[in-house]
């Protein structure tokens, strides 16, 4: 598969794949829906709304690049679109919180950025 | 049918210039020793791996540095529940009659032989590599994200997690071979360093060295007789963005079979041997499973149920938390420990009954999961 146009490229987007068939929507990129095997999928851009499902603040990262982003809080959210991702959050990020994606960088990665 | 002929453990900790195949060797001559056979007998093999030294044919590099040709040998990865699913495997190759007796070892110089940062960056490539692992999550932090979402369906606290690991550490203080021989208390974890909310140090397991084997046999060698009576597994995901909903996961997929193809009910279990990688790994695992309500596990270790002398002794080596997490060894304490206590051998540790044995295997972030039942036979 090409590379997505989304943030692991490096590209300020999420994006997600909805399939035609079943009509799951699936977070980790592949040629075929994992729900239901068919091929005919849709890729997508997410709003960047969702829900805090759950979150952890890192405060002991094992590399010198991420130390020095410490504290920094990883999140699962639940995407308006119906698929759930890890991302980076504000560190007072509760569950349940209403959020919105912006795009930070992260040790040299450009990564999501959730907050209230 | 199979038994768990023999065990062999080494203590935990640090074993400063010893390699992976070292510490394999040393638990493996233990085992075989322990269950009176000759190393020509043991016809098969089944290993873990080593970060430390990884190698696409781990169990043949060991036969031959432990001068074996076995009938059948090869590795087996799925992480912390490798070595119970190492002994499933063992038991259904000896009970097809494929092979007679068969070794499943594991050791790992997992602290000395690299830096702590190193075992943390290697861990963590557990997640996903393009979707979590940019993100520097750790382990722990993948733990912490269950723990959070637990906590709060489910109204535990970090104070009810800590008391896991201060039980963990009183049992570890009555093992010579255990990593730590310090008591903690609750304040004591609250206190430690954090690492990932809602863990702190004193909820995480340490990095280890150490190795653990066992010998699987078609019928008994010598006195011990610990048979297999059930086990099953259950694989819901990799990755914890790819985690069904707490209430689905694996480990209540598994021993929910485990208890069908056995026959055993949880009230018939008198001993229990349950993953603790994190102080929440156990909680949950333990609600899982039926050994105590959801919510109340906490509770149940404070009331003293899962104590040496309580009514379901819960990991008396003191588990991964306080043993000592050497990789796949690291769980196969659990299963050496529990062999120990079914043959009467556990000495100060003894418990009064441990005549039906629960263990539980948990890999990647309650990915893949083991369940098993042994019993004594008269």
């Known amino acids: ?116 | 049918m199979s038994y768990i002929t023999g065990v062999g453990l080494t203590s935990y900790g640090k074993h400063e210039g010893l390699t992976s195949l070292d510490l394999m060797s040393k638990a493996a001559e233990l085992a075989i020793s322990d269950a009176g056979l000759k190393r020509s007998e043991v016809d098969g093999v089944l290993c873990g791996y080593s970060t430390v030294s990884p190698h696409i044919m781990l169990a043949t590099v060991f036969a031959e540095h432990f001068g074996i040709k076995p009938a059948y040998a090869h590795a087996v990865q799925v992480g912390g529940a490798t070595g119970l699913a190492m002994t499933m495997l063992a038991h259904t190759l000896v009970d097809a009659g494929a092979v007679k007796h068969v070794l499943c070892v594991a050791g790992e110089n997992r602290l000395t032989g690299q830096s702590r940062d190193a075992a943390i960056v290697a861990l963590a490539q557990v997640g996903h590599p393009d979707y979590e692992v940019p993100l520097g999550p750790t382990i722990p932090a993948y733990y912490g994200l269950v723990a959070s979402r637990y906590m709060h369906e489910y109204g535990v606290t970090e104070e009810d997690l800590a008391e896991f690991a201060v039980l963990m550490r009183r049992h570890a203080l009555t093992h010579p071979g255990a990593q730590f021989h310090e008591p903690i208390s609750v304040a004591d974890v609250m206190a430690s360093r954090p690492v990932a909310s809602p863990l702190k140090l004193l909820d995480c397991c340490p990095v280890s060295d150490g190795g653990a084997a066992v010998i699987i046999s078609r019928e008994p060698t010598n006195a011990a007789r610990v048979r297999i009576r059930g086990c099953a597994q259950a694989h819901t995901h990799q990755h914890v963005t790819a985690a069904p909903a707490l209430s689905e996961l694996g480990a209540e997929i598994a021993i929910a079979k485990a208890k069908a193809n056995s026959g055993v009910e949880i009230s018939d279990v008198r001993y229990a041997a349950v993953y603790d990688s994190f102080t929440i790994t156990l909680a949950m695992l333990l609600e899982d499973l039926g050994l105590a309500k959801r919510g109340e596990a906490a509770a149940r270790v404070r009331s003293g149920h899962f104590n040496r002398d309580g009514a379901m002794p819960l990991n008396t080596h003191g588990g991964l938390l306080s043993y000592g997490h050497c990789g796949v060894g690291g769980a196969m304490a659990h299963l050496v420990e529990t062999q120990l206590q079914m043959t009467g051998r556990a000495g100060n540790r003894q418990v009064r009954d441990a005549s039906l044995a629960l263990l539980h295997g948990d890999g990647g972030v309650l990915s893949s999961h083991v369940s098993m039942f042994l019993e004594r036979a008269r």
């Open chain 1, 1 to 116: 598969m090409t590379k997505p146009a989304d943030w692991t490229g490096g590209h300020e987007a999420i994006l997600y794949q909805s399939c035609g068939a079943c009509g799951k929507a699936q977070y980790f990129r592949r040629g075929f829906c994992a729900a239901c095997g068919s091929s005919d999928l849709a890729e997508k851009r997410a709003s960047g709304k969702g829900k805090i499902y759950a979150t952890s603040v890192v405060m002991r990262a094992a590399t010198p690049e991420t130390r020095a982003h410490v504290p920094y809080n990883i999140v699962l959210v639940d995407a308006a679109e119906g698929f759930r991702m890890m991302a980076h959050g504000a560190n007072d990020l509760r569950i349940g919180d209403a959020v919105t994606a912006r795009f930070a960088q992260f040790a040299g990665r450009l990564v999501p950025y959730f907050e209230k």
